[in-house]
């Protein structure tokens, strides 16, 4: 991976780089679950309800034959959703080289724990790296331009500073195509400083997950100093145990319109849910995941502990300024 060659303009403080380490020796630990490990969770229907999400925006945005980038893509949990879309070709680009390694061997094909399945009809580049601190668009430059660029449930790992938010930004917008779209779900500011407002102390939460926030953490300094770096630790079972930035929303937007991404919607997961179960084939494709159940209050269903983690994660959709140059 090779380092942005203007260096001081995105120059990175060893804090920075210790805890995006820290991220990324977090996800790189977390070893492949078994199926049966996966269905005993206790946030199973969260992790299916997130998969809900994520299948939709993939479906509502991915046309036929595009080229797609996915920042920070994990273990390539949804390499099937983007198959089911029938997209043409395929960049997955993450820090944790333990999760790209699992990544690879799902696209492979090789002892495949969730299923035994047709191999992937889109070619795919696989890659280690820190999608914040990286110019892409020079590591890329052969697979530019892009369709679609996805980034979920990591965009926030950017909000460390000023230069990484930058960096994250300036990567998409380098590499989508005029018109191309951005997709992406991450925490959302609002509830989670709402939240805090409401907790006794500087912690807060629920039977499968907390937050803190340092002592020296206090409102006022939040509203009048920078936007950036304003870190919490985040907890939540089976799933994260890692230090994550508040990403304040407006100042998400208008730095995004600097680099040309302006926004067609944001929306709450609890929004969203309500606004796409209006569809009858999203309905179908929640009861295929088995998020929701059927209505009845039984174990098939979110617990009202998993439905409030739901609460604070947004997703986003941004659109690349210009001209699509074809259909
Ligand atoms: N997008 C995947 C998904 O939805 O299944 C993974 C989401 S996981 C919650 C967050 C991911 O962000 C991890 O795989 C982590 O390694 C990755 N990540 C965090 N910081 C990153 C960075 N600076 N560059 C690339 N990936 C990063």
């Known amino acids: 991976f090779k380092h942005n060659p203007e260096g001081d303009a995105f120059l990175e403080d060893e804090s920075t780089k210790i805890f995006a380490r820290k991220v990324a020796d977090h996800y790189s630990a977390r070893t492949n679950q078994t199926l049966e490990e996966r269905e005993a969770s206790v946030i199973i229907h969260l992790k299916k309800l997130n998969n809900w999400i994520k299948s939709v925006l993939i479906q509502l945005y991915a046309r036929k034959g595009d080229v797609v980038l996915d920042l920070a893509c994990g273990k390539g949990g949804d390499l099937i959703k983007w198959d089911k879309a029938k997209i043409g070709y395929y960049v997955g680009i993450d820090i944790a080289e333990g999760s790209i390694e699992d990544c690879r061997t ?185 998020a929701l159940g059927d209505g009845n209050q039984d174990q098939s269903t979110l617990s009202p502990d998993e439905w409030e983690v739901a609460y604070l994660y947004l997703s986003f959709v941004l659109r690349k300024r210009g001209q699509p140059d074809r259909t």
Not at 201 to 220: A, H, L
Not at 231 to 259: G, M, N, R, T
Not at 268 to 284: A, I
């Open 106 to 290: 799902r696209y492979n094909g090789d002892a495949d724990h969730h299923q035994r399945r047709k191999k992937f009809s889109f070619p795919a580049r696989l890659i280690c790296g820190d999608c914040y601190e990286a110019r892409l668009d020079e590591v890329l430059a052969d697979d530019a331009p892009f369709d679609i660029c996805s980034c979920q449930f990591a965009l926030h790992y950017s909000w460390s500073t000023e230069a990484r938010a930058r960096r994250a930004l300036a990567n998409v917008s380098a590499l989508l195509r005029p018109g191309g779209t951005f997709i992406g779900t991450m925490p959302d500011a609002n509830v989670i400083i709402k939240k805090l407002r409401q907790a006794e102390g500087m912690v807060f939460g629920n039977s499968v997950y907390w937050i803190r926030f340092d002592e020296e953490f206090s409102e006022k300094k939040f509203k009048s100093s920078s936007p950036f770096g304003i870190k919490y630790k985040f907890h939540l079972e089976d799933a994260v145990d890692c230090p994550e930035y508040i990403v304040p929303f407006h100042v998400f937007k208008s730095l995004a319109e600097e680099y040309d991404l302006e926004l067609v919607f944001v929306k709450n997961s609890h929004e969203f849910v309500h606004e796409y179960m209006k569809r009858q084939d999203y309905v179908e494709l929640m009861r295929r995941l088995g």
